[in-house]
């Protein structure tokens, strides 16, 4: 499964990116995300339980903070692969006195445009 917070149809709440980040271990793991990883090798840096881990992983990917890609493995055991997907967070205060938040992302690069590409194409078929 491939969760890119780029085609996501919606948008995180502010409420939803804050928890995410109130949290020492996500924090951690975002800290540690120098490149894309799987979990083990975060598992290996970070001093967080396994399961924990698991948690964090799934709770910034649903805050679209985290991109999860699949790493193609030749035999057979093919790992999901975790990268930053935020370069800066701004909480607003919108019109109506509510909390928002604008997440800027890093540019994408032209093989990520080309995946993003062969996806759409292969959804065609």
Not at 4 to 10: A, I, W
Not at 32 to 56: F, G, V, W
Not at 67 to 73: K, L, Y
Request: proline fraction near 6%; glycine fraction near 2%; hydrophobic fraction near 35%.
């Amino acid at each position: 499964m491939v969760r890119d917070p780029l085609t996501s149809d919606v948008a995180p709440s502010a409420e939803d990116i804050c928890a995410a980040l109130d949290d020492p271990d996500s924090r951690e793991i975002i800290r540690h995300l120098d490149e894309p990883m799987t979990a083990a090798e975060l598992n290996a840096r970070c001093d967080i339980p396994q399961s924990t881990l698991y948690r964090k992983l799934e709770s910034l990917t649903e805050a679209t903070l985290l991109e999860e890609s699949t790493e193609i493995r030749r035999d057979g055991h093919h790992a999901s692969k975790y990268g930053v997907a935020f370069s800066e967070i701004t909480l607003v205060l919108e019109d109506d006195n509510t909390l928002g938040a604008r997440i800027e992302r890093p540019p994408r690069t032209a093989d990520e445009r080309l995946a993003d590409l062969w996806s759409e194409v292969r959804e065609e078929l």
